[in-house]
Structure formats: structure tokens, C-alpha cells
């Protein structure tokens, strides 16, 4: 909810003078996903991908917005969704700037994600939801930080995939899945920024 007696104020730059200048229009990328499931990795290299081919773009990574923006924020479920909402609102002024934004945190409530989504839509913004659907097993044999081991031993609490459930997007843009080639993936999640419909937020194709 907005503060009281607050008024959005409109600027006289177009979203289209943005996207003539900075190479196309704005978009939010979400990854999604069980810890150590590959979303800092795939947002990366999809970062990469798109600055090179001359479209601007920034990575909005959950654990770096711990360090700042986040940082008082715990893990609770009251403050996961917060997380969530406070991300999913940056990322909607960066698209809203003409960035592709690139955010990849674990999100794990269906609702938060929803709300994101929901958003961008009112606000004309293209979404992409990626569901990094990697088994708990292989993300606890690339954990390097011994988080899960933390978990599963009881010294670390509230998290995913151990004792927190995570919702698995039921109907996400791009699903990408550990066979799947980093190269592979990164085409995947940017051949579906390039269906997106500016006007309505929604991607075309959308399982």
C-alpha cells in the first residue's frame, strides 16, 4: 500500500524515448528456485548475454540485496515476502527506466511471486518467471557454503528445502532443468524475453 497523501509523480520521458536509447524496452526476468538450484548462475550469464548484444541490464541478486537494501530483513515467512515485495518493486522501476532487471532470489511462496507478476502487469510490464527445477539432492551436492548441512543438523533454521517449504511454480515462463546446458538455458530464457508483450506483461506460450 502506498504512504497516505502521497501522488505518483509523472515525469515527461516516455518509456519508448528510454527504449530508443538504451536499446529496447525494459522487462523483469525472475529466477526462481531451491537454494544452490543455479538462479545467481543463470541470471549471470543472461546478464552477460544481454549486454553484450547492446541491451541494458542488471542483476538484482537476492543475497546482494541482503548486504543493503534487505539487510534487516530475517527469514521468517513475513520477512521472505517482504523481500520479495521490495525486490519485485525495484526491479518494476528499473523496467520501468527501459533495464532489463534480473532478479534472482529463492522467492518460495506462490503468493509473493504472484504479487510480483501482478505488479509488472498493472504497470505495463513485460515478466518472465524461471523455475530453476533442480533436486534437492544436486543442490545440496553444489552447496559449498554447508547450509544444508547446517539444516539438516538443526544449527540452521527456517531453511528452504530442509524444514521451509518452497511452492513450486505451477505455471512458470521457462523451466530450466540440470541437463540443460548453460548455453542452452541462457538462449531459453532470453528467447522468452523476446516473446514478451510490452503491454500486457504476460509472455507469449506461457505453460
Known amino acids: 500500500m502506498p504512504s497516505p497523501r502521497v501522488t ?60 543493503g537494501l534487505n539487510g534487516d530483513l530475517a527469514f521468517g515467512r513475513a520477512d521472505r515476502e517482504e523481500n520479495v515485495r521490495r525486490v519485485a518493486e525495484v526491479a518494476c522501476l528499473f523496467a520501468d527506466a527501459g533495464l532489463v532487471a534480473l532478479a534472482a532470489l529463492i522467492s518460495p511462496h506462490a503468493g509473493a511471486r504472484r504479487a510480483a507478476r501482478a505488479l509488472h502487469e498493472t504497470a505495463g510490464l513485460p515478466f518472465v518467471e524461471v523455475y530453476l527445477d533442480t533436486p534437492v539432492a544436486l543442490c545440496e551436492e553444489r552447496d559449498t557454503k554447508g547450509l544444508y548441512a547446517e539444516a539438516r543438523a538443526g544449527r540452521l533454521r527456517s531453511f528452504t528445502g530442509v524444514d521451509d517449504p518452497y511452492d513450486v511454480p505451477e505455471r512458470p515462463d521457462v523451466v530450466v532443468r540440470p541437463e540443460t546446458g548453460p548455453d542452452a538455458a541462457v538462449a531459453q530464457v532470453v528467447s522468452a524475453l523476446e516473446h514478451c508483450s510490452p503491454g500486457t506483461g504476460r509472455c507469449v506460450g506461457r505453460g
Not at 516516455?14 to 536499446?23: F, I, K, N, Q, S
Not at 525472475?30 to 548462475?41: A, D, N, R, V
Not at 549471470?44 to 548484444?53: D, G, K, S, T
Open 8 to 67: 505518483w509523480n509523472a515525469g515527461s520521458v516516455t518509456r519508448v524515448d528510454r527504449a530508443r536509447l538504451l536499446g529496447g524496452g525494459g522487462a523483469t526476468i525472475w529466477f526462481t528456485g531451491l537454494p544452490g538450484s543455479g538462479k545467481s548462475t543463470l541470471a549471470a550469464a543472461v546478464e552477460r548475454e544481454l549486454v553484450l548484444a547492446g541491451r541494458a541490464a542488471y542483476r538484482l541478486d537476492g543475497d546482494n540485496l541482503r548486504t
